[in-house]
């Protein structure tokens, strides 16, 4: 059996992060749920509050987000044309960076919630969005995965982050405005 063969059908490689990835989610629901929320921000530094730092913070992380489908679908030859796979790299690092003091506040000030459909749906994302780049993450090294792995676990976790921006940020732009 061929290397690409092997690679193109083994889910085994993908179990342990596929699985740390879950307890990530899980874990973080878990805290959201039992910890018990402030109610204030946590320096929302340059920002007139919480809310507008947020919305922000994850446009950015959402445009961020575009740029790595696309290096990624250049870097897989989808485009014709040749972006530099640090662009994938750097983009992808920037993103994740400003989803931090995003995650931080809604964890540490609002907890994991269930009382509105579209907060319960955004803090499941948000858990769902941790565990799935966790698991991307330690997929990045492992040899023998399927070729699928990156593209799927990738574009789930791309998937996410839209719906985590659809109900944040776009609420907050459409029901507040643009604020800074």
Do not use: E, N
């Amino acid at each position: 059996m061929s290397v690409t063969a092997h690679r193109s059908t083994s889910f085994t490689p993908l179990l342990v992060p596929l699985l740390i990835g879950g307890l990530v989610a899980i874990a973080l629901g878990v805290f959201g749920r039992i910890h018990a929320p402030t109610g204030f921000a946590v320096g929302p530094a340059g920002f007139s509050a919480a809310l507008p730092m947020k919305a922000w913070l994850t446009t950015g992380a959402l445009v961020l987000a575009a740029v790595q489908v696309v290096s990624a679908l250049s870097m897989w030859g989808k485009l014709g044309v040749s972006i530099p796979p640090t662009v994938h790299r750097w983009s992808g690092r920037l993103a994740f960076l400003l989803t931090i003091p995003v995650a931080f506040h809604c964890l540490y000030a609002l907890g994991l919630q269930y009382d509105v459909p579209r907060v319960l749906a955004h803090s499941l994302l948000g858990c769902f969005f941790y565990g799935l780049f966790t698991a991307k993450m330690l997929a990045l090294p492992k040899r023998g995965t399927p070729g699928w792995t990156l593209p799927v676990v990738g574009g789930l976790a791309f998937t996410a982050l839209v719906g985590l921006w659809l109900t944040s940020s776009f609420w907050f732009f459409t029901t507040i405005g643009f604020k800074i």
